[in-house]
Nanobody, 122 residues
């Protein structure tokens, strides 16, 4: 999985925005598709969005399509998730993982990062 550190979460009111970052260590970031997943309290992990190595192929879950934008800067070993029009149902711990919308599931939970908490509440 490599070493990934998520940041940028916080408390925001409904309709607000946040930009999450995922910093990767090492020099292999550019070789892998990357994915954001989230996990709400008491629920299993939910796939959010994936991006290919060169950013040419991007996919979103229906629940975030039109509101979230995934991007990456390989020169900076960094993955981003711009989240607009946040809603209470977006409240979750957000993780970045190596892989596409299916293969991220192969990453053992032991190798996940700490995640970054997003809380949407008035």
């Amino acid at each position: 999985q490599g070493q990934f550190v998520e940041s940028g979460g916080g408390l925001v009111q409904p309709g607000g925005s946040l930009r999450l970052s995922c910093a990767a260590s090492g020099g292999t970031f550019r070789r892998y598709d990357m994915t954001w997943v989230r996990q709400a309290p008491g629920k299993g992990p939910e796939w959010v969005s994936s991006i290919s190595t060169g950013s040419s192929y991007i996919t979103y879950s229906d629940s975030v399509k039109g509101r979230f934008t995934i991007s990456r800067v390989n020169a900076k070993n960094t993955l981003y998730l711009q989240m607009n029009n946040l809603q209470p149902e977006d409240t979750a711990l957000y993780y970045c993982l190596r892989g596409d919308r299916e293969t991220w599931r192969l990453i053992d939970r032991h190798f996940w990062g700490q995640g970054t908490q997003v809380t949407v509440s008035s």
